[in-house]
Structures are given as structure tokens and as C-alpha cells.
């Protein structure tokens, strides 16, 4: 069995779809179940109270760890010591790429720490670092679908962004074969792609214009401090306005462990033109 943490979200859903897809039995953890589905146990569990994990992982062999937000509340090594404890053999955790490309953020701290409980957890481990996502874009919805305009700080700084879908394709291939153990994987799409070209690709989606309106940094930041912490708005913009080499370069993870290259963000778009339409 394998379980599956942050289940409902955009790294999780897919997630469940491939391993349901191999086979397998799937325990899927939310702090809100939202769901009931064929072949799969959907359990409620708050990884801030590691006690109550015992339960839900009992009998599994497997767990992909996602920590949603900033996970400033959790405590890894008890987390980690409570998955051991319940007899998982593998953990799979998804990080982030900041973590090795911004070593001093304040932000990565803790899913740092996350890393090294993870590696000091005598368990075989797989760390999965992805790059930004392409469904960030989702924040645009409101505004294409409501004046068909989309607003955006750095509109010509390109970063290849990953396609959720790749990331949980990757996961189930890691939680599924060999030969994973004690590796670090980046995940990146297949390109860099700037915030004007994302939008000309929704737009293309839809099958209507949208236009794309530059922001200033002190203008976006003044947005997104409204629902981000300020220190994790500060280091986003420091990742859009200006990236680092590692952030700009497209990693051949994804290739090396599907056999086939990562999906361009015209493909999420396409997935997702109901949400802008």
C-alpha cells in the first residue's frame, strides 16, 4: 500500500490517478477528504499531530510526503520518526528547487529541514525538488475570465516551469521501481517560458485574446503580500526578476526517469482552459 499526503491538490489528485492506474492501493491523506473513490481509502490526518499517523499509514510500504504552505508548524523529525515507527519502508518527499538554489531563504528552512530528517531516517528516500509550477498561473483565472487580461511582474524573464502532472508522474514512478533510493531530483518543464509568452498560451487555450499587463516589483509586491508572508514574497520575486543559472537551466530529470521529455506549458494550458474560459 501506499500513501499518498496533500491528496487532493495538484500534485496529489494526479498522483493517486497513476498508482490507482498501476495497481496499487492507495491510502490518500487530506486534512479535508473531499471524495470517496474506487480503489482508494481517503483518510484525514494533520501531519502537526504525528500521533495520529499511526493509524492511517498502518500497512503501508510507501508514503509520498507533501507539506502544504510553509509548514512552519511541523516538526520533520518527529514526523519522520512517526513513519518509521509505523514500518513504511520508502518515503518519497517533495521540496522544492529553492532549497539548493537559495540556501540562506528563510522560506526553504524548513523543507530543508524536512530533507535532512528525511536523509537521517534509515529509510530509503527519493527527495523530489521541483522548479515553479505551471498551474501558478491558476492566480490569472479571475482576470482572463472576467476581462480577458492576466498581470504579471518580469514578463520577459523566462523560467521552465513544470507541469503538476510531470511532477506525479515522476512520484509514481519513484514510489513504484528501483533504483531511486538516496537521490535528488530537480524537476523542470522543458523550457523557459516567460509570464507573456504563459499568457499568449492560455489565450491560445481559450481561443480568445488575452492581454497581458506588466507590473512593476513594487506593484506586484503590494499584491501579493495581501496572501503570501512578506519573506516569501521577497524571495519569489528574487526567483522571477532574477533567476540563478540552476533556476534558469532546464533539468533532464524528468526525461531520465519517464523515457519521454517533460510537457511544455502549452499542454497544462490546454488542460486547463476551463478554468480561464
Same mark, same amino acid.
Given at each position: 500500500m501506499i500513501v499518498v499526503t496533500g491528496a487532493t491538490g495538484n500534485v496529489g489528485r494526479p498522483l493517486v490517478q497513476a498508482l490507482l492506474a498501476a495497481g496499487e492501493e492507495v491510502t490518500a491523506l487530506s486534512r479535508r477528504p473531499d471524495r470517496e473513490e474506487a480503489g482508494v481509502r481517503y483518510r484525514q490526518a494533520d501531519l502537526a499531530d504525528p500521533a495520529n499517523l499511526k493509524a492511517v499509514l498502518d500497512g503501508a510500504d510507501a508514503l509520498y510526503l507533501l507539506i502544504a504552505g510553509d509548514g512552519g508548524e511541523l516538526d520533520p523529525k518527529e514526523i519522520v520518526e512517526a513513519v518509521r515507527a509505523a514500518g513504511v519502508r520508502r518515503i518519497v /518527499? =517533495? +521540496? +522544492?528547487q529553492g532549497v539548493g538554489t537559495r540556501p540562506q531563504s528563510v522560506v526553504h528552512a524548513q523543507l530543508r529541514a524536512f530533507e535532512e530528517a528525511v536523509q537521517g531516517s534509515g529509510l530509503e528516500w527519493t527527495v523530489l525538488r521541483p522548479g515553479g509550477f505551471a498551474s501558478n498561473a491558476y492566480l490569472w483565472a479571475d482576470s482572463v475570465r472576467e476581462q480577458r487580461a492576466a498581470a504579471a511582474p518580469f514578463g520577459d524573464v523566462g523560467l521552465p516551469v513544470v507541469d503538476p502532472q510531470d511532477i506525479a508522474d515522476v512520484a509514481a514512478a519513484v514510489l513504484l521501481g528501483g533504483g531511486h533510493a538516496g537521490r535528488t531530483?530537480? /524537476?523542470t518543464g522543458p523550457a523557459p517560458v516567460t509570464p507573456r509568452e504563459q499568457v499568449q498560451a492560455i489565450a491560445d487555450a481559450v481561443g480568445?485574446?488575452?492581454h497581458f499587463v506588466a507590473l512593476g516589483?513594487?506593484?506586484a509586491r503590494e =499584491?501579493?503580500?495581501?496572501?503570501?508572508?512578506?519573506?516569501?514574497?521577497?524571495t519569489t520575486l528574487s526567483i522571477l526578476g532574477e533567476p540563478t543559472d540552476d533556476e534558469l537551466r532546464v533539468s533532464p530529470a524528468v526525461e531520465d526517469v519517464l523515457g519521454r521529455a517533460p510537457r511544455p506549458f502549452a499542454a497544462w494550458a490546454g488542460r486547463s482552459a476551463a478554468a480561464f474560459r
Open positions: /518527499l =517533495q +521540496s +522544492s531530483y530537480v /524537476l480568445e485574446p488575452v516589483r513594487a506593484e =499584491q501579493m503580500v495581501r496572501f503570501m508572508p512578506e519573506a516569501a514574497v521577497d
